[in-house]
């Protein structure tokens, strides 16, 4: 990994190319303080969400201990969007999808961009690849549900239920 400045995107320490990605990742660092990490991948089942322009709903306990709700999937971007400054353009078209749904950013701590992929995020770089590896799994448990039963859905209190048991102040499960 290299060193970057977050105002400039300039290499500040290392020898590498940072990743194609950059200034969508530092558009997110720079909307929201409390990212410390951010992960893109273009894993299968969640690209496939992403292609289809559909929410990753919240079905189930797996989802709902690392996401309070529906994993969104963003607007297409324009072409004006696209052919300017794309990776830019993709951090603002997060952002507007995060803004107009108006949730807490580290309660769903992952996105999907349409005709894209996933990004995900955390207070670090491991939760943030945690939250991607997870992203794709309740993407892929949603493909296998839908199949079978396309009204499946939760009630708001098993959500609720297994979201604060994790996280929070009343979070009760594992170790102390
Ligand atoms: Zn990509």
């Known amino acids: 990994m290299v060193v970057v400045s977050l105002e400039t995107g300039k290499v500040v320490e290392g020898g590498y190319k940072p990743s194609s990605d950059l200034d969508t990742h530092l558009e997110l660092y720079r909307k929201y303080p409390q990212i410390g990490g951010v992960a893109h991948t273009h894993s299968t089942n969640a690209v496939a969400f992403a292609q289809a322009g559909m929410d990753i709903p919240a079905l189930g306990t797996t989802h709902a201990d690392c996401f309070y709700g529906d994993i969104p999937c963003t607007r297409e971007l324009t072409k004006e969007e696209v052919e300017s ?15 107009k749904r108006g949730y807490d950013v580290m309660s769903i701590p992952g996105i999907i961009v349409k005709n894209h992929g996933p990004f995900s995020w955390g207070s670090n770089a491991d939760k943030a690849v945690y939250n991607a590896v997870v992203l794709d799994k309740v993407a892929e448990i949603d493909l296998k549900t839908l199949l079978l039963n396309k009204d499946a859905e939760m009630k708001q209190y098993i959500l609720d239920k297994h979201y604060f048991g994790k996280h929070g102040p009343g979070a009760s499960y594992g170790q102390k």
């Open 85 to 99: 400054d794309y990776e830019l353009n993709t951090g603002k078209v997060i952002i507007e999808e995060i803004e």
